[in-house]
């Protein structure tokens, strides 16, 4: 009979799998009081972060998300999460890798360093599951997955910005322009590509398939879970969550918010529906603590990235 761990699971329990007792209020922080290692043998899904706002083009502060949705993910550790009922862990192997290291004094060295953490993990083909961080971290990760994958991919992208204003300076960090530089790479293919919850203006989306907010407000959670199923169908998707995509009043701690977003029940109930997705990398990004109120946005992101594990779980157990 395995023991039951009490307090610390993260450095104490000794399989990938199972939860452990712990106080909400104190412990080892990782997400969702994951193992912490870099051992990957046998790893499902490997949440890592990425602590990057050298990108943002507004308030920065991203930096310290990854630490905020661990934090924030305390309660979703204690009871199974809803509305799945089970514990993805009884079934699903997942461990918190911690951070990806990079020189953030030495700019030219990022993007290789974010590549080269995800072909580490991806090696293993265990799933990543990352926590930025600025948006610019997609697309190296998206090089990485693309790598592995193959390319193009089709890409599930929330948010308030779509992220494709032109930019051919294959050394910028700019979060702003990850998506143009992924479709002139060929990384992502538009035709079977999606975005959630647009709600900014650029001259030329480059024929990705938007369901901006204003739609998603008329049409409901249910019509935009179709409609991004009918879109990707059944091939390698990239899911990547800017929390900005929720309404400021929903997500405060954010770098650029933007009115008229979806509530965080619009966001989940979409999220939730997505088990028929072939679903081989996701990363939550944009959390910016600094400007949170009541860890409403770390909150927020820490449910949106155990739903994505819950999605992982149905896969896992329905054998795809």
Same mark, same amino acid.
């Given at each position: 009979?395995?023991?039951?761990?009490?307090?610390?699971?993260?450095?104490?329990?000794?399989?990938?799998?199972? &939860? &452990?007792?712990? #106080?909400?209020?104190?412990? *080892?922080?990782?997400?969702?009081?994951? =193992?912490?290692?870099?051992?990957?043998?046998?790893?499902?899904?490997?949440?890592?972060?990425?602590?990057?706002?050298?990108?943002?083009?507004f308030r920065s502060?991203?930096?310290?998300?990854?630490?905020? *949705?661990?934090?924030? &993910?305390?309660?979703?550790?204690?009871?199974?999460?809803?509305?799945?009922?089970? =514990?993805?862990?009884?079934?699903?192997?997942?461990? /918190?890798?911690?951070?990806?290291?990079? /020189?953030?004094? =030495?700019?030219?060295?990022?993007?290789?360093?974010?590549? @080269?953490?995800?072909?580490?993990?991806?090696?293993? #083909?265990?799933?990543?599951?990352?926590?930025?961080?600025?948006?610019?971290?997609?697309?190296?990760?998206?090089?990485?997955?693309? @790598?592995?994958?193959? +390319? $193009?991919?089709?890409?599930?992208?929330? /948010?308030?910005?779509?992220?494709?204003?032109?930019?051919?300076?294959?050394?910028?960090?700019?979060?702003?322009?990850?998506?143009?530089?992924?479709? +002139?790479?060929?990384?992502?293919? $538009?035709?079977?590509?999606?975005?959630?919850?647009?709600?900014?203006? #650029? @001259?030329?989306?480059?024929?990705? %398939?938007?369901?901006?907010?204003?739609? !998603?407000?008329?049409?409901?959670?249910?019509?935009?879970?179709?409609?991004?199923?009918?879109? *990707?169908?059944?091939?390698?998707?990239?899911?990547?969550?800017?929390?900005?995509?929720? /309404?400021?009043?929903?997500?405060?701690?954010?770098?650029?918010?933007?009115?008229?977003?979806?509530? &965080?029940?619009?966001?989940?109930?979409?999220?939730?529906?997505? @088990?028929?997705? %072939?679903?081989?990398?996701?990363?939550?990004?944009? *959390?910016?603590?600094?400007?949170?109120?009541?860890?409403?946005?770390?909150?927020?992101a820490a449910h949106?990235?155990?739903?994505?594990?819950?999605?992982?779980?149905?896969?896992? !157990?329905?054998?795809?």
């Amino acid at each position: 009979m395995t023991a039951i761990i009490h307090g610390d699971g993260a450095i104490r329990r000794p399989s990938l799998y199972g &939860s &452990s007792i712990e #106080n909400t209020y104190g412990g *080892v922080l990782s997400f969702m009081r994951r =193992n912490y290692t870099r051992e990957l043998d046998g790893v499902d899904v490997v949440v890592s972060g990425v602590p990057l706002d050298l990108a943002t083009t507004f308030r920065s502060g991203a930096r310290l998300g990854p630490s905020a *949705v661990r934090a924030a &993910s305390v309660q979703l550790a204690e009871l199974h999460p809803y509305p799945w009922g089970f =514990n993805p862990f009884d079934t699903l192997a997942v461990t /918190d890798y911690g951070d990806c290291w990079f /020189d953030g004094h =030495n700019p030219l060295s990022i993007k290789p360093a974010i590549i @080269e953490h995800a072909r580490t993990i991806l090696r293993s #083909n265990a799933k990543m599951l990352t926590f930025g961080g600025d948006h610019f971290i997609t697309y190296p990760l998206l090089i990485a997955h693309a @790598e592995k994958y193959g +390319k $193009p991919l089709s890409l599930i992208h929330f /948010d308030a910005h779509c992220d494709t204003w032109a930019d051919d300076s294959p050394d910028s960090l700019n979060h702003g322009t990850m998506f143009y530089k992924a479709v +002139k790479d060929g990384l992502i293919d $538009p035709k079977t590509s999606v975005q959630v919850g647009i709600r900014t203006w #650029n @001259e030329d989306f480059l024929g990705i %398939n938007m369901l901006d907010a204003a739609w !998603v407000h008329e049409h409901g959670p249910a019509a935009a879970r179709q409609r991004i199923l009918d879109i *990707v169908g059944e091939r390698p998707a990239y899911l990547t969550f800017d929390i900005d995509c929720l /309404d400021p009043a929903f997500a405060p701690g954010t770098g650029t918010p933007v009115p008229g977003g979806l509530s &965080s029940a619009q966001a989940l109930s979409i999220v939730r529906g997505l @088990e028929a997705v %072939n679903l081989i990398g996701a990363d939550v990004v944009e *959390v910016a603590p600094a400007y949170d109120q009541s860890e409403i946005t770390a909150i927020a992101a820490a449910h949106i990235a155990c739903d994505l594990l819950c999605l992982w779980r149905q896969r896992k !157990v329905a054998g795809k």
